[in-house]
């Protein structure tokens, strides 16, 4: 619904186990969403990775997690971390 506090708040503490893998994901890609936007990188990414751990696939090629990687790999000032360009070249956002 937008409320960015709701998510970040509410949203780690959600039990997904009883959902479809999918759902499962897209909550975490969702998490992932809200933590970026208040600029906790370092929590979006943990989560995203995390999300990869469960469903590598589904994480792959979900349209938000590659935005979500794309966007940070586009906001580093210097040369981003090893574990990042790892994820980027995963998703196939990064040669």
């Known amino acids: 619904m937008g409320d960015l506090q709701v998510a970040i708040d509410l949203g780690p503490r959600v ?10 994901v897209r909550h975490a890609l969702e998490v992932a969403r809200a933590y ?6 370092d929590d979006a990414q943990a989560v995203i990775l995390d999300a990869e751990q469960m469903a ?8 938000l997690s ?10 580093q000032r210097g040369k981003p971390s090893a574990e990042l360009v790892g994820l980027a070249q995963r998703l196939k956002v990064l040669d």
């Not at 970026?36 to 990188?41: D, E, I, K, L």
């Not at 590598?56 to 349209?63: A, D, L, S, T, Y």
């Open 15 to 24: 039990d997904t186990a009883g959902l479809p893998m999918e759902r499962r």
């Open 36 to 41: 970026s936007s208040w600029n906790r990188v």
């Open 56 to 63: 590598p696939e589904q994480v792959r090629h979900h349209f």
């Open 66 to 75: 590659r935005q979500l990687t794309l966007t940070w790999i586009r906001r």
